[in-house]
């Protein structure tokens, strides 16, 4: 079977900075499986370069900024008084808040703290990088209803808890 929309790929896969530096991987003993077609569960780079592949495809992509987190906006960066956080907050600490504007909900990680002001960012920790995806296709299988209609795998067993 060929990878296509509303199928189910399950790959191999490195992520790593163009320098070599590992950020994550799936291996053949635990593959990585996403929803082919449009749903966001990959980069669509590539998924663009997976698009009419099949098993033992590889495909090896670098991804700018743009393709993969983003630009890095000093405009996420806030400065908030300490009074607002637990007594026992520290740097590298994320927590979910929302935008200035009030429209979305984004991911803050605490990277600084001193003189009663701890610093919040809400960038990706991987904004303003290019990165590198080296993947292998495992298997292509055609998507469940329910996974369709959902928008994400529902894993081997084909159920998933919402």
Not at 73 to 102: H, I, K, W, Y
């Amino acid at each position: 079977m060929q990878v296509g929309k509303d199928t189910v790929v399950s790959l191999t896969y490195r992520l790593t900075t163009l320098q070599g530096e590992m950020l994550e991987e799936a291996t053949q003993d635990q593959p990585a499986a996403y929803l082919h077609g449009g749903y966001d569960g990959i980069f669509p780079k590539v998924e663009a370069a997976l698009e009419g592949q099949s098993a033992g495809a590889e495909a090896d992509v670098v991804l700018e900024p743009d393709d993969a987190f983003g630009d890095y906006d000093a405009e996420l960066v806030r400065m908030e008084d300490a009074s607002l956080f637990p007594p026992e907050v520290q740097v590298g600490m994320q927590f979910e808040g929302v935008s200035e504007d009030g429209q979305h909900h984004m991911l803050y990680t605490i990277t600084d703290i001193a003189d009663g002001k701890v610093v919040v960012d809400g960038n990706h920790p991987l904004a303003g990088q290019s990165l590198r995806v080296q993947c292998r296709v495992v298997d292509v299988r055609a998507a469940l209803p329910v996974e369709v209609e959902h928008g994400h795998v529902h894993g081997p067993e084909g159920h998933h808890h919402h």
